[in-house]
């Protein structure tokens, strides 16, 4: 039987050797080996969290002050772990680089795109997520360690919903990443390795970011800050809030136009230019330049509006953490 890296390579709908602009819904057969993969029963008991580390989750307060939904920094270096046959594992992505020739597109122009797309019909709104991410471990006495994982949410007709998360780096596929044992001490891992597999009971909330997200963005602007629970949503909780949404929505042509317009209408998020994803997708970058000492970039599909990813790098140094500016921090990269 194929491992569970094949199975989910198979549910990719973006493959190795698509077109820059691949991002569909999947077919029936990628669809049936993603159901297989996700009802099969865990391996192994899910892993716990570094021993001695800050996690990178919303939620947690920072040393350096950094507000509890800022993401962590890390050094872009490569560990070598494991014995001496053993391929290096990179800890962490490069930042991402605007194309030399690439001439900006204004967000209220990406905005009219989606619009027009949304109305020459596309993709459906689909509860569930499938992200890849890189996120942080970190301590004051030790490098910072980033393990890539991916993370597959899908909901099914009753209420409930299955969550496969596995260790994986798509920019380097088949090589072992760096994972963590049963103990939680960082080691090289199989490129596959499954982190954890649970099923959840039926959820019926009727709540943001539960509920089904309105595609207007008037309306849309109020779902996300009931979700951020704040009367206000600010770029940097703005983007907070789509990071959230995008954890439990894949969005549709719809809801994505309304949430373009939504980021045009943001103060301090100017367009930069085009960028390749982490995923091979060609995209439009928008940055925000924020006053905790950290740049936040958002990428968007540049036909559809559709968000393709949130990279945050730092632009200070924190020495006592082993990071300096330009150091890449969390970066998520959302597919169909």
Known sequence: MADELDLL????????????????????????????????????????????????????????????????????????????????????????????????????????????????????????????????????????????????????????????VVATDPRHPGRPVLGEDEDGTPRLVDDGHVISRKTYPPSWSDAPPESRPPHDAGRLRAFLEEAQHTDSLGTPQLLDAVQVLLGHWTLGARESAALARLLADADGLRPVGQVTDRLGRRGQAYVYEGTAGVRRMLIMH??????????????????????????????NAWTR
Do not use: C, I
């Open 302 to 331: 540049p036909a559809t509006g559709a968000v393709f990813g949130l990279e945050t790098t730092f632009t200070e140094d924190q020495p006592e953490y082993g990071v300096t500016a330009g150091d890449v921090m969390e970066y």
């Open 9 to 164: 390579r198979r549910a990719n709908p973006v493959p190795t050797d698509a077109s820059d602009f691949g991002d569909g819904p999947l077919d029936a057969r990628a669809e049936r080996h993603l159901e297989k993969l996700l009802r099969e029963p865990p391996p192994a008991p899910p892993s716990r969290p570094l021993p001695g580390r800050r996690s990178t989750r919303r939620g947690v307060r920072l040393a350096w002050g950094l507000a509890a939904t800022a993401v962590v920094a890390v050094t872009a270096l490569a560990l070598l772990l494991g014995g001496p046959s053993t391929t290096p594992a990179v800890a962490a992505p490069r930042p991402l680089v605007v194309l030399a020739d690439a001439t900006p597109v204004p967000l209220y122009r990406l905005a009219d795109r989606a619009e027009k797309a949304a109305a020459d019909g596309g993709p459906g709104l689909r509860k569930g997520t499938h992200v890849q991410s890189w996120s942080l471990g970190m301590s004051e006495d030790e490098p910072p360690v980033t393990l890539p994982v991916e993370r597959v949410v899908r909901w099914t007709a009753d209420g409930r919903h299955t969550e496969l």
